[in-house]
């Protein structure tokens, strides 16, 4: 059962409340003002493979002018990350961002606090209060309980906005430690009815950080703890979605969007299932409805063991074999396999009412 919490309005996302759990990432690199049609464009992209909120890191002045000019270009709620300068906020709250990620302890005095919170109010955009383990207040970094100081440090800020009569609060604890970034969770959602965004922080490259984000993260949304979630990992934006997606398909029993089953290969594989895998990951993640894709290597493996596909692919000796929840519906070439495959399915898309993305 679902952990009770406020509802925050993130743009078009209800995080909390019983809604279910969204998936952010965050832009990899500096946002320039002379790229905002193509980050544009792969905004829309993300958005497709399951990004619901994509946060961007905001340093300085100039780069809230450009943040606030790629907010008018897309539907896609897009949250701006802010530390040390309260006139960042302020400047990014003057343009359609969904949220404001700030830690109210580094921004200064009371009073700078106090104009983010009333601009942020006036506008109605909520704001999350980010802790992480490595940054934690003077005295409570040699805490001997890490878990305890991130929530109370978390506590701490959340007090100063609530105080100021400010609800509209996300809060995060995180750490790179599963135990500690559990335990925080854990403790923070059994006394607080305040949103969270969870996550393991420097989680690490793409297999050992998406294995400690879903030990943690699968264990708190089993638990009903958890609103929205990001999966941070030193890879792309898209193996980050990817994983978040799955992560909350499993721990919740909800899945929205495509689904791929492929074989790891092994040397009966008559058919190279990761590199066509890596040609259509994309495109198959971008289909919004709940169906699933087999990529099989050989005949053993393929129709047999991917009965359930909604549609596969498998090698078959000297040929690739096309199949449909276990039954042969075309065989062609291996050079012709992308070709077939697209046309399967975009007919099966058809037949169902689907179009894709």
Not at 62 to 83: F, K, N, Q, W, Y
Not at 121 to 126: D, E, H
Not at 349 to 355: A, D, H, S, Y
């Amino acid at each position: 059962m679902k952990n009770a919490t406020r509802t925050v309005k993130v743009g078009t996302v209800l995080v909390g409340g019983g809604y279910p759990c969204s998936v952010q990432t965050m832009w990899k690199a500096p946002l320039l003002s002379g790229d905002l049609e193509a980050a544009a464009r792969k905004i829309e992209s993300l958005s497709a493979s399951g990004c619901d909120i994509l946060r961007f890191a905001v340093p300085d002045l100039e780069a809230a002018e450009t943040l606030g000019a790629l907010a008018g270009l897309t539907r896609t709620p897009l949250v701006a990350d802010i530390h040390f300068d309260w006139r960042i906020a302020l400047r990014c709250l003057d343009f359609p961002v969904a949220k404001i990620r700030i830690n109210p302890g580094n921004i200064g005095a009371p009073w700078k606090v106090g104009e983010v919170v009333s601009k942020a109010a006036a506008k109605g955009v909520p704001i999350r209060i980010g802790v992480n383990a490595g940054s934690l207040p003077a005295d409570l970094k040699d805490k001997p309980d890490r878990a305890a100081a991130l929530v109370e440090a978390a506590e701490r800020e959340a007090g100063v906005l609530d105080g100021l009569g400010f609800r509209d609060v996300i809060v995060s604890m995180k750490a790179s430690g599963v135990r500690e970034t559990i335990d925080a969770n854990r403790l923070f959602a059994s006394r607080n009815d305040i949103p969270l965004h969870i996550g393991i922080t420097e989680a690490g490259p793409p297999v050992q950080g998406s294995v400690r984000s879903a030990v943690a993260l699968h264990r708190l949304l089993e638990e009903g703890i958890g609103d929205t979630l990001r999966v941070s990992l030193s890879a792309d934006m898209e193996s980050e979605i990817i994983a978040g997606r799955e992560i909350v398909a499993l721990a919740t029993g909800v899945r929205k969007g495509a689904d791929i089953v492929s074989c790891p290969r092994c040397g009966r594989a008559s058919f190279d299932t990761h590199a066509f895998t890596e040609r259509w990951a994309s495109r198959i993640y971008s289909i919004r409805k709940n169906i699933t894709i087999a990529v099989m290597g050989c005949v053993v493996n393929g129709p047999g063991e991917a009965r359930h596909a909604d549609l596969g692919i498998t090698g078959a000796g000297d040929s690739v074999m096309l199949f449909r929840k276990g039954r042969e519906v075309r065989s062609v070439r291996p050079e012709d396999a992308d070709t077939a495959f697209g046309e399967e399915l975009r007919k099966m898309l058809e037949e169902t009412g689907n179009g894709g993305a």
